[in-house]
Protein backbone atom coordinates (compact mmCIF):
# COMPACT_ATOMS: atom_id res chain seq x y z
CA UNK A 1 0.00 0.00 0.00
CA UNK A 2 3.37 2.39 0.97
CA UNK A 3 4.45 1.41 -2.43
CA UNK A 4 0.98 2.88 -4.29
CA UNK A 5 1.27 5.89 -2.81
CA UNK A 6 4.42 6.39 -3.18
CA UNK A 7 4.38 5.70 -6.59
CA UNK A 8 0.61 8.32 -6.71
CA UNK A 9 3.04 10.65 -5.46
CA UNK A 10 5.79 10.46 -8.05
CA UNK A 11 3.66 10.61 -10.45
CA UNK A 12 1.97 13.85 -9.47
CA UNK A 13 5.33 15.77 -8.57
CA UNK A 14 6.52 14.27 -12.26
CA UNK A 15 3.20 15.94 -14.11
CA UNK A 16 3.80 19.15 -12.29
CA UNK A 17 7.23 19.06 -13.50
CA UNK A 18 6.82 18.17 -17.29
CA UNK A 19 3.43 20.05 -18.09
CA UNK A 20 4.74 23.67 -17.17
CA UNK A 21 7.01 23.40 -19.67
CA UNK A 22 4.28 21.72 -22.00
CA UNK A 23 2.59 24.61 -20.95
CA UNK A 24 4.91 27.45 -21.72
CA UNK A 25 5.47 25.86 -25.11
CA UNK A 26 1.83 26.05 -25.72
CA UNK A 27 1.63 29.74 -24.87
CA UNK A 28 4.70 30.84 -26.63
CA UNK A 29 2.88 29.20 -29.83
CA UNK A 30 -0.42 31.32 -29.32
CA UNK A 31 2.38 34.66 -28.80
CA UNK A 32 4.03 33.13 -31.79
CA UNK A 33 0.63 33.17 -34.35
CA UNK A 34 -0.88 36.38 -32.58
CA UNK A 35 2.55 38.25 -33.20
CA UNK A 36 3.41 37.09 -36.52
CA UNK A 37 0.18 38.77 -38.14
CA UNK A 38 1.65 41.89 -38.18
CA UNK A 39 4.35 40.44 -40.49
CA UNK A 40 2.90 41.81 -43.48
CA UNK A 41 2.15 44.87 -42.26
CA UNK A 42 6.05 45.25 -41.70
CA UNK A 43 7.44 43.69 -44.78
CA UNK A 44 7.67 46.67 -47.14
CA UNK A 45 8.42 49.08 -44.03
CA UNK A 46 11.28 46.79 -42.70
CA UNK A 47 12.50 45.87 -46.45
CA UNK A 48 12.06 42.43 -46.19
CA UNK A 49 12.54 40.00 -49.42
CA UNK A 50 9.93 37.91 -49.72
CA UNK A 51 12.16 34.85 -49.22
CA UNK A 52 13.40 36.18 -46.08
CA UNK A 53 9.48 36.77 -45.23
CA UNK A 54 9.31 33.02 -46.00
CA UNK A 55 11.90 31.68 -43.96
CA UNK A 56 10.22 34.18 -40.90
CA UNK A 57 7.60 32.49 -40.48
CA UNK A 58 9.71 29.54 -39.42
CA UNK A 59 11.24 31.58 -36.72
CA UNK A 60 10.99 28.35 -34.50
CA UNK A 61 12.78 25.66 -36.89
CA UNK A 62 15.60 24.73 -35.82
CA UNK A 63 17.15 25.05 -39.29
CA UNK A 64 16.50 28.95 -39.34
CA UNK A 65 19.08 31.15 -38.71
CA UNK A 66 18.46 34.40 -37.15
CA UNK A 67 21.35 36.62 -38.64
CA UNK A 68 19.27 38.94 -41.43
CA UNK A 69 19.71 42.65 -39.95
CA UNK A 70 16.08 43.44 -41.73
CA UNK A 71 14.73 40.71 -39.33
CA UNK A 72 15.52 43.06 -36.46
CA UNK A 73 13.62 45.87 -38.31
CA UNK A 74 10.86 43.61 -39.09
CA UNK A 75 10.70 42.51 -35.79
CA UNK A 76 10.90 46.02 -34.51
CA UNK A 77 8.15 46.89 -36.73
CA UNK A 78 5.92 44.20 -35.19
CA UNK A 79 6.81 45.31 -31.45
CA UNK A 80 5.21 48.81 -32.14
CA UNK A 81 2.48 47.68 -33.84
CA UNK A 82 1.90 45.93 -29.86
CA UNK A 83 3.76 48.32 -28.12
CA UNK A 84 6.38 46.05 -26.84
CA UNK A 85 8.88 48.34 -27.52
CA UNK A 86 10.38 51.81 -25.99
CA UNK A 87 11.43 54.58 -28.79
CA UNK A 88 15.12 53.27 -28.07
CA UNK A 89 14.02 49.27 -29.59
CA UNK A 90 14.42 47.70 -26.43
CA UNK A 91 11.49 45.56 -24.79
CA UNK A 92 8.87 47.39 -23.22
CA UNK A 93 8.79 45.33 -19.96
CA UNK A 94 5.39 45.86 -18.58
CA UNK A 95 3.81 46.13 -21.47
CA UNK A 96 5.05 42.28 -22.97
CA UNK A 97 4.20 41.12 -19.38
CA UNK A 98 0.67 42.09 -20.09
CA UNK A 99 0.54 40.95 -23.57
CA UNK A 100 1.75 37.66 -22.67
CA UNK A 101 -0.41 37.37 -20.02
CA UNK A 102 -3.25 38.13 -22.61
CA UNK A 103 -3.17 34.67 -24.26
CA UNK A 104 -4.23 31.57 -22.26
CA UNK A 105 -1.95 30.72 -19.40
CA UNK A 106 -0.04 33.48 -20.89
CA UNK A 107 0.89 33.76 -16.77
CA UNK A 108 3.14 30.70 -16.68
CA UNK A 109 5.15 32.65 -19.20
CA UNK A 110 5.16 35.94 -19.06
CA UNK A 111 7.93 36.49 -16.34
CA UNK A 112 10.32 33.78 -17.93
CA UNK A 113 9.77 35.50 -21.42
CA UNK A 114 11.13 39.17 -19.91
CA UNK A 115 13.66 37.71 -18.36
CA UNK A 116 14.82 35.97 -21.39
CA UNK A 117 14.28 38.55 -23.71
CA UNK A 118 16.28 41.36 -21.21
CA UNK A 119 19.25 38.88 -20.27
CA UNK A 120 19.45 38.98 -24.26
CA UNK A 121 19.50 42.85 -24.44
CA UNK A 122 22.01 43.19 -22.10
CA UNK A 123 24.48 40.98 -24.04
CA UNK A 124 24.22 42.95 -27.30
CA UNK A 125 23.20 46.34 -25.23
CA UNK A 126 26.35 48.18 -26.79
CA UNK A 127 25.22 47.58 -30.14
CA UNK A 128 23.90 50.85 -31.81
CA UNK A 129 22.15 50.25 -34.55
CA UNK A 130 18.36 48.85 -33.69
CA UNK A 131 17.67 46.51 -36.39
CA UNK A 132 21.36 44.84 -35.66
CA UNK A 133 20.99 44.69 -32.63
CA UNK A 134 17.51 43.42 -32.03
CA UNK A 135 18.45 40.69 -34.46
CA UNK A 136 20.80 39.76 -32.62
CA UNK A 137 18.45 39.53 -29.45
CA UNK A 138 16.27 37.65 -30.86
CA UNK A 139 18.45 34.66 -32.04
CA UNK A 140 19.84 34.95 -28.47
CA UNK A 141 16.21 34.41 -27.33
CA UNK A 142 15.16 31.94 -29.64
CA UNK A 143 18.23 29.73 -28.39
CA UNK A 144 17.38 30.57 -24.62
CA UNK A 145 13.96 29.41 -24.84
CA UNK A 146 15.31 26.55 -26.47
CA UNK A 147 17.39 25.83 -23.88
CA UNK A 148 14.83 26.31 -21.38
CA UNK A 149 12.10 23.90 -23.20
CA UNK A 150 9.66 26.77 -24.00
CA UNK A 151 10.11 26.99 -27.60
CA UNK A 152 7.22 25.44 -29.48
CA UNK A 153 7.31 23.33 -31.89
CA UNK A 154 5.67 24.45 -35.64
CA UNK A 155 3.33 22.30 -35.15
CA UNK A 156 2.06 23.66 -32.12
CA UNK A 157 1.78 27.75 -33.92
CA UNK A 158 0.29 26.07 -36.82
CA UNK A 159 -2.41 24.72 -35.05
CA UNK A 160 -3.46 28.14 -33.09
CA UNK A 161 -2.38 30.40 -36.27
CA UNK A 162 -6.29 30.45 -37.30
CA UNK A 163 -7.62 31.95 -33.97
CA UNK A 164 -5.52 35.40 -34.84
Keep these: MVAKYCYLFAAVILASISNPVKGTAEVMS ?3 AHFGKALEECRQESGLTEEIMEEFKHFW ?8 RELGCAIICMSNKFSL ?3 DSRMHHQNMNEYVKSFPNGEV ?10 NCEKIYDDIEED ?6 VAACFKR ?6 IAPEVAMI ?3 I ?3
Excluded: N, P, W
Design 158 to 160: EAV
Design 61 to 68: SDDFEIVH
Design 30 to 32: HVT
Design 131 to 136: CSRVVK
Design 85 to 87: MQE
Design 162 to 164: EKY
Design 109 to 118: LSAKMVELIH
Design 144 to 149: DATKEG
